[in-house]
């Protein structure tokens, strides 16, 4: 009897790791977003074109 329950465990663990895995492959097969519309990861938006500041080292945004 206890073999029947860890067969048992064992599925319904395999099943819950397939449709995890299909519902990730599904998601990573979809386009992205719109570029207006925020993204998960912090929605940065477009600042216009870099220059690059000598004094600090970095690439600040145009100004003006």
């Not at 067969?7 to 790791?17: D, E, F, H, M, S």
């Not at 492959?25 to 979809?30: G, V």
């Not at 929605?43 to 690439?59: C, K, S, T």
């Amino acid at each position: 009897m206890p073999q029947l329950i860890a067969i048992a465990l064992i599925g319904a663990g395999a099943y819950a790791g397939y449709k995890y895995l299909s519902r990730q492959m599904q998601r990573m097969a979809e386009p992205p977003g719109s570029p207006d519309e925020p993204s998960a990861s912090g929605g940065q938006q477009h600042r216009g074109e870099l220059v690059w500041d000598a004094e600090a080292g970095v690439y600040r945004p145009r100004e003006g």
